[in-house]
């Protein structure tokens, strides 16, 4: 009787001798495809295949970061550990998002990078790069659409928690040089929401716990037990995924935990509601995984004292504009405009400064110093979304224009000129 198991090894080989790579159809809109891939590369491992074509399926509908951000740690995990090589089909590269996505090649921070879009990619942050990565992503956020209050606060509290937690739980210790985690972001504007993931191949939640000395009979009972106040491994307060349980309930958002195959998802409908609260079996990936994913609603207004019980946050990013009155912002456009060409550029600058003005009561003073020439569009384009994004009235008492070139005067002037008459 022929062996079967012979002959399928003897097939995959001359597969590979030929191709010199493995196929591995990736389905993106598929839960387990992250299960899917790892299965697949673990097998190959065993008949000494190491190099993997990845085809992309199921992108019709989009990619989002609860499948991007796993998917990207096991190929880094797998290139890492077993010296893997992973090739992008013509299908991957021809997807405008894919080939940008950071899925089979995760992004690192580069201080010398010009300055770009850091959602919809795949970051990998290092306890070097951790707080660059997440200054990259809220920038990002603060520019992508204008929020409700407190919703930019409480969303970089949960990324800086959740993502600290990787860093400080993935390995042995915190300043392991294989204590990575992976993390992306995406703003979808059509229905007021944010999307957010992060993974690591670490150790997992239970066996975190369990240097602790807390030990429990399930993966679900572990889980639990790490969304309650104060839980903690010995590293850090033990506040992270507390603090994230509570700023959804108050968004209205919905979150999924998953550490070695089992999922533990609340979603609420509204604010502080009584949510769905469900537990699955998701698949092993690999012993020691775990993943956060969230999304926020955007379009509501949120109260962080009061989803923390009285926690007081300080927003840094606020106080970093505030005048020595404590009302007065000024935002310095040399710094915080991505240039002064076009009317994307504009209107990215209009939204952070209305993000911004949320923070405080008080006037913002757009200080325009340094900067010789902006375009007409720019000009157009900045004064339109401010002024609809204010009101006239509004905008006139809380916007001041400072330290403007003639040419830049002359620009918005003519603008508002052609606007009015």
């Known amino acids: 009787m022929k062996n079967e198991n012979t002959w399928a090894g003897a097939v995959i080989e001359s597969t590979y001798k030929r191709d010199g790579y493995?196929?591995?159809?990736?389905?993106?809109?598929k839960r387990g495809a992250p299960h899917y891939l790892a299965t697949k590369i673990k097998d190959k491992l065993s008949h000494d295949i190491h190099e993997f074509k990845i085809r992309p399926k199921g992108g019709e509908h989009g990619y989002y970061p609860n499948l991007c951000v796993p998917i990207a740690g096991m190929i880094d995990y797998f290139r890492t550990e077993y010296a893997c090589t992973f090739i992008a089909s013509s299908a991957y590269r021809s997807s405008r998002f894919l080939a940008n996505s950071g899925v089979i090649e995760p992004i690192e921070f580069d201080s010398h990078a010009l300055p770009g879009n850091a959602l919809n990619c795949v970051w990998k942050f290092s306890p070097d790069t951790h707080y660059d990565v997440i200054t990259e992503l809220m920038e990002a956020f603060r520019r992508s659409g204008v929020m409700g209050k407190d919703v930019l606060s409480s969303l970089e509290l949960v990324l800086n928690e959740v993502t600290d937690n990787i860093i400080q739980h993935s390995q042995e210790t915190p300043a392991a040089s294989n204590a990575y985690g992976y993390v992306m972001g995406q703003y979808h504007r059509h229905n007021n929401q944010i999307a957010v993931a992060v993974f690591d191949a670490g150790r997992g939640i239970p066996d975190s716990l369990a240097r602790s000395g807390k030990h429990f009979h399930s993966t679900k009972d572990?889980?639990?037990?790490?969304?309650?106040?104060?839980?903690?491994?010995?590293?850090?307060?033990?506040?992270?995924?507390?603090?994230?349980?509570?700023?959804?309930?108050?968004?209205?958002?919905?979150?999924?935990?998953?550490?070695?195959?089992?999922?533990?998802?609340?979603?609420?409908?509204?604010?502080?509601?009584?949510?769905?609260?469900?537990?699955?079996?998701?698949?092993?990936?690999?012993?020691?995984?775990?993943?956060?994913?969230?999304?926020?609603?955007?379009?509501?207004?949120?109260?962080?004292?009061?989803?923390?019980?009285?926690?007081?946050?300080?927003?840094?990013?606020?106080?970093?504009?505030?005048q020595n009155d404590l009302i007065t912002l000024r935002v310095k456009a040399k710094d915080d405009s991505r240039g002064f060409g076009s009317r994307y550029e504009a209107q990215a600058f209009a939204v952070y400064i209305l993000n911004l003005l949320k923070m405080s009561k008080g006037q913002c003073v757009i200080d325009f110093s340094d900067v010789s020439i902006m375009s007409a569009s720019y000009a157009d384009e900045l004064v339109k979304r401010l002024i609809s994004g204010l009101g006239f009235v509004t905008y006139s008492n809380r916007i001041v224009l400072s330290g403007m070139s003639d040419l830049c005067k002359m620009m918005i002037d003519s603008c508002v000129k052609s606007r009015f008459t």
């Open 22 to 29: 493995v196929n591995i159809d990736l389905d993106f809109s």
């Open 222 to 322: 572990a889980l639990t037990y790490s969304l309650q106040k104060g839980t903690t491994d010995g590293n850090g307060a033990g506040n992270g995924l507390w603090m994230m349980s509570r700023i959804i309930a108050d968004a209205a958002g919905r979150f999924e935990l998953i550490s070695n195959g089992t999922a533990y998802s609340i979603h609420h409908h509204g604010q502080n509601d009584v949510p769905d609260i469900h537990f699955n079996s998701v698949g092993l990936i690999k012993q020691g995984t775990t993943s956060i994913d969230f999304q926020m609603r955007t379009d509501i207004e949120l109260n962080i004292m009061r989803a923390l019980q009285g926690y007081e946050i300080v927003d840094l990013w606020s106080e970093t504009h505030l």
